[in-house]
């Protein structure tokens, strides 16, 4: 896909803070290296001392590694995630067939960022149990799907045990529910280091309820210091961030989290969210705008002009039923 232009800016009042220092390695040789953002590089045999030209390499690299670092870079979940989950096998067996074939494939039905997400599902190492997060783990199980996930060894085989039975069930017979959530939830468990996470419809299948509590799962991830990232068309899970931020500015909190079971970790500042409206235009195109975030959040007018033509029709019919 053609773009015009793409770049990565820093707002002014980004924080990035580094260590410098030289100490010997491993092996009793002196090494300089420079730590930031749980990220470092090293320089061993540097018999230089640290100065800024050597630290404006050594930064350069670090940052080069941050953004290419395999273990931890985003992680992308695409829509139909159900159909995903239910044929990854032979998905990513034609991945693998397409990517080693010899000569110019005909056409490539995968985009990579969807390739990743098959290879991770179909790598996942089920015998690591990292649970970094084991609170929001049990929310998605009791709240969302209403049972576990049980995962096998290498091939990944997946099955459901819905709550109060013994019996696991093959994805292909669990609800679209489950196997909407399975992956976040196995990725969450699973996955030993895990960058931002990319969620692209996470309301997909999901009743209003469910809706509302997903909504609460990506905030108490965000939390937790795990960037997200979503892209959704669910005025239920817009509206429940703006309902945080407005609880997050109340004065008796206390009071709130007895009264409707909610917790410090489901709340969020305006500080720490950004909306970006998508709006078609005349021509077809389509215009990105950032939503300012008022005391009472975000207000999408792409979402609330249509609630409110529905109402205006409700009006008209009651009216009609009144007369």
């Known amino acids: 896909m053609d773009i015009e232009e793409l770049r990565i800016e820093f707002p002014s009042t980004a ?11 491993f092996d009793d040789e002196k ?8 990220y470092g590089w090293g320089l061993t045999g540097a018999d230089r001392k640290p100065d800024h030209k050597l630290a404006e390499r050594q ?8 953004l290419q670092w395999d273990t931890v870079k985003p992680m992308y979940f695409p829509t139909a995630r159900t159909g995903f989950l239910l044929t990854y096998k032979e998905l990513t067996r034609n991945a693998l067939h397409e990517r080693f074939s010899i000569g110019e494939n005909a056409k490539n039905l995968l985009t990579k960022p969807t390739t990743d997400f098959l290879m991770s599902l179909s790598s996942i190492e089920v015998d690591h ?3 970094r997060c084991p609170e929001i783990l049990s929310f998605i199980e009791q709240h969302i799907i209403s ?14 045990q819905p709550a109060e039975t013994k019996e696991s069930l093959p994805m292909y017979v669990a609800s679209s529910v489950v196997t909407e959530a399975v992956p976040l939830l196995l990725f969450l468990k699973h996955r030993s280091l895990l960058g931002a996470i990319m969620i692209e419809e996470p309301e997909i299948s999901l009743h209003p309820q469910l809706q509302w509590e997903m909504a609460r799962v990506l905030i108490r991830l965000m939390n937790k210091g795990m960037p997200v ?3 959704t068309h669910s005025d239920i899970i817009l509206q429940h961030i703006n309902n945080m931020i407005k609880a997050e500015q109340m004065h008796q909190k206390d009071r709130f989290f007895k009264e409707t079971g909610y917790e410090k970790e489901d709340l969020l500042s305006k500080g720490q969210v950004a909306v970006y409206q998508f709006e078609e235009q005349k021509n077809g195109k389509t215009h ?3 939503l300012p975030c008022g005391d009472d ?3 999408a007018m792409t979402f609330y002009n249509t609630l409110k033509k529905l109402n205006e029709q409700i009006d008209l019919i009651e009216h009609e039923r009144e007369q």
């Open 15 to 25: 924080s990035f803070c580094f260590e410098i220092s030289t100490k010997k390695s």
């Open 31 to 38: 090494a300089y290296s420079i730590m930031g953002n749980n």
């Open 297 to 299: 959040g975000f207000e």
């Open 229 to 231: 990232i979503v892209t």
């Open 288 to 290: 990105l705008t950032k």
């Open 147 to 160: 049972g576990h996930v049980l995962a096998s060894d290498y091939p990944v085989d997946i099955k459901y």
């Open 129 to 131: 149990h990292y649970r």
């Open 59 to 66: 930064l350069a690299c670090m940052l080069q590694r941050m």
